[in-house]
């Protein structure tokens, strides 16, 4: 079990960035694929990015070239930088946790919100 806090979100004009962090607990931090996934209003949860524990990455093709994950296995965090942000983007943003990169761990933070307005 790994406990999860997500913090960073905020209010961003459209063209806007934001950084989202996410603190994991335990010490096996290094050895998990961590992602970053979003869930809008009555829509299902799905990722937008990741990185194994090599640091190799992936992302959907909506935020390819805007966003950027990376991870500090020193301080058990995983970011996700934000450009360019679209009113689209706007979404409650999770990180999570897998032993794989086509997994999903079981368990979840609390989220942040992202709102993208003018």
């Known amino acids: 079990q790994v406990q999860l806090v997500e913090s960073g979100g905020g209010l961003v004009q459209p063209g806007g960035s934001l950084r989202l962090s996410c603190a994991a607990s335990g010490s096996r931090f290094s050895v998990y694929v961590m992602g970053w996934y979003r869930q809008a209003p009555g829509k299902e949860r799905e990722l937008d990015a990741l990185i194994t524990s090599g640091g190799r990455t992936n992302y959907v093709d909506s935020v390819k070239g805007r966003f950027t994950i990376s991870r500090d296995n020193a301080k058990n965090t995983v970011y996700l930088q934000m450009n360019n942000l679209k009113p689209e983007d706007t979404a409650v943003y999770y990180c999570?946790?897998?032993?794989?990169?086509w997994g999903r761990g079981d368990d979840w933070g609390q989220g942040t919100q992202v709102t993208v307005s003018s």
């Open positions: 999570n946790a897998a032993l794989t990169p």
